[in-house]
Nanobody, 125 residues
Framework: QVQLVESGGGLVQAGGSLRLSCAAS????????MGWFRQAPGKEREFVAA????????YYADFVKGRFTISRDNAKSTVYLQMNSLKPEDTAVYYC??????????????????WGQGTQVTVSS
């Protein structure tokens, strides 16, 4: 088991930046692959980024490539999502998630075993 708690969301103007954090507790953090997803009102949850156990491999949705960066600090049991050049369409609740195959990058929400409660990101135009 692992518990995930996101933080760092808020209101930002278009073109601005935010850094989301997701702190994990429970099992050894490096035993999980991690991901970020988001869900906008009236839309399905969608994949944003994934990272393997070491941080050496990452994968991004096309719509965030070049703007968002996922990283992790296993000593702090925390995964991050640095979001730059934010757009109004990035407005959503952002969730971090963990799965039990740490060497694999996963993109589908059903492949993740544990979820945080989410943090709201609002980008104003």
């Amino acid at each position: 088991q692992v518990q995930l708690v996101e933080s760092g969301g808020g209101l930002v103007q278009a073109g601005g930046s935010l850094r989301l954090s997701c702190a994990a507790s429970g099992r050894t953090f490096s035993s999980f692959g991690m991901g970020w997803f988001r869900q906008a009102p009236g839309k399905e949850r969608e994949f944003v980024a994934a990272i393997n156990w070491s941080g050496g491999s990452t994968y991004y949705a096309d719509f965030v490539k070049g703007r968002f960066t996922i990283s992790r600090d296993n000593a702090k049991s925390t995964v991050y999502l640095q979001m730059n050049s934010l757009k109004p369409e990035d407005t959503a609740v952002y969730y971090c998630a963990a799965h039990n195959l740490p060497m694999i990058l996963r993109r589908q929400s059903y492949e993740y075993n544990y979820w945080g409660q989410g943090t709201q990101v609002t980008v104003s135009s």
